[in-house]
């Protein structure tokens, strides 16, 4: 695979900031009401991403060493900003309805995080796809997260109404509740498939001769990685 | 005074910062394994936010809206948080050694949480007075400090209990999360 190929892969499946590195949490759960306000969040921190990761990439051989952090915060603060204002300008609504997690997506762990482990390290081109791979697995999270929220709480995948009017919209899946609760069962799910292919993986890896005639059954089994390492 | 305590106990338990809006998730979530920790953070968090809902709101008040450049608010409060975070924690190590024993470690981590900026933002666009900015600003951070310590009490106690493989981790402690979310929509009452 090509390398800005390998860097989409790598956002969007292998390292998806939202279910895989459990990374920016504020808006993942805050914004995702409706597919929309996610998408929209989604995107609109990819633009960032995509811009400050250039930047910095561009500037990956002025900043001095020791002052990088407050350097990397000024660019992202920059064009948190300027697309705040663009926001406002052109979609209001939008605008009105992300409200306060706009500026705050200057804390957003993500970018920061990119910015020192990626593009400080790599040239403009690739930290570029870099962007674009890790804001697309952010915005799938996000959507994902919205349609289910939207879907059991109000009937609705992104304002087209698709369960019957016989069905009462459960409403605390979009009040503040809900978001714990479909995260938690969205990486319930992903954990499942996980340990599926791992014992999978751990069985063909170790018995040739299938698993019935293996003396190590008792560790493998017992060998799934179960709980995810924790962000700070 | 009854404005001000309703501006209290709204900050704190109703619209509570991390059950109610989503902010300071990451140590919520991360540092809430032990009562003590959780404790610590709490602390931490309780005296930045408090220094810098003053020092945002003074720098808000006589420096940006007078030279009418407001559209600095994000990129000037970020920077101020985080030179102010790197300053306690030096007078802490200088003047205090206990304080920065119990709180040093948690202090780095607070520059990222989104709590201290999100206070000092929803600050001015409240157009709340000092008094009432200082006190929504030491209210939210009591918020914060009730949920994680009820949490960390919790996971505690979880960690003793049967839970099925997949929910195992992260899938459990968010559904904690929502479930004392549901249990603060009680203090919606109060107002």
Not at chain 2, 75 to 91: D, G, P, S
């Amino acid at each position: 695979m090509n390398k800005p190929a390998e860097r989409l892969y790598n956002g969007i499946i292998k390292e998806n900031p939202t279910f895989v590195l459990m990374l920016g949490m504020c808006p993942t759960l805050a914004v995702t009401t409706s597919a929309v306000n996610g998408a929209g969040m989604g995107l609109t921190t990819t633009v960032i991403l995509v811009l400050s990761n250039m930047m910095i990439s561009m500037l990956r051989k002025v900043i001095p060493d020791r002052v990088r952090i407050p350097a990397y915060i000024v660019v992202v603060a920059t064009f948190v900003t300027l697309v705040q204002f663009l926001l406002q300008a052109y979609i209001p609504t939008l605008n009105d309805a992300l409200g306060i997690y706009i500026p705050l997506i200057v804390v957003n762990c993500i970018i920061l995080g990119r910015a020192e482990s990626y593009a400080s390290k790599n040239g403009v081109f690739l930290s570029m796809f870099d962007g674009i791979g890790m804001g697309l697995g952010f915005t799938v999270g996000l959507t994902l997260i919205g349609v289910f929220r939207e879907l059991l709480g109000n009937g609705t995948i992104f304002n087209i109404k698709v369960l019957p009017d016989s069905y009462e919209p459960i409403v605390i899946f979009v009040l503040a509740p809900g978001a714990f609760f479909v995260l938690a069962f969205l990486v319930a799910v992903q954990n499942k498939v996980k340990n599926r292919k791992q014992t999978e993986h751990s069985v063909m890896a170790t018995c040739d001769t299938g698993c019935a005639g293996c003396a190590s059954i008792g560790i493998c089994n017992g060998h799934i990685e179960t709980g995810k390492q924790e962000e700070e | 005074m009854k404005e001000l305590f309703l501006v209290a106990v709204g900050a704190a338990l109703v619209n509570n910062v991390v059950l109610s809006q989503f902010l300071g998730l990451c140590p919520f979530l991360g540092v809430s394994k032990k009562v003590n920790t959780a404790a610590g953070m709490s602390g931490a968090v309780i005296f930045v936010i408090t220094i810098a809902t003053i020092v945002t709101w003074l720098i808000n008040e006589f420096i940006l809206i007078p030279f009418n450049v407001m559209y600095m608010q994000t990129i000037v409060f970020i920077l101020v948080i985080a030179a102010l975070v790197q300053f306690v924690e030096m007078f802490l190590k200088k003047f205090s050694q206990g304080l920065y024993q119990s709180l040093g470690v948690f202090l780095p981590l607070i520059t990222t949480n989104c709590a201290v900026l999100g206070v000092a933002i929803s600050n001015v666009t409240n157009g709340y007075g000092f008094v009432t900015a200082l006190v929504s600003g030491i209210a939210t951070s009591i918020g914060f400090a009730i949920a994680i310590i009820i949490l960390a009490g919790i996971r505690e106690k979880i960690e003793y209990n049967d839970i099925p493989e997949s929910f195992q981790g992260t899938p459990i402690v968010l559904l904690t999360s929502g479930l004392m979310a549901i249990a603060f929509y009680g203090f919606a009452g109060l107002i």
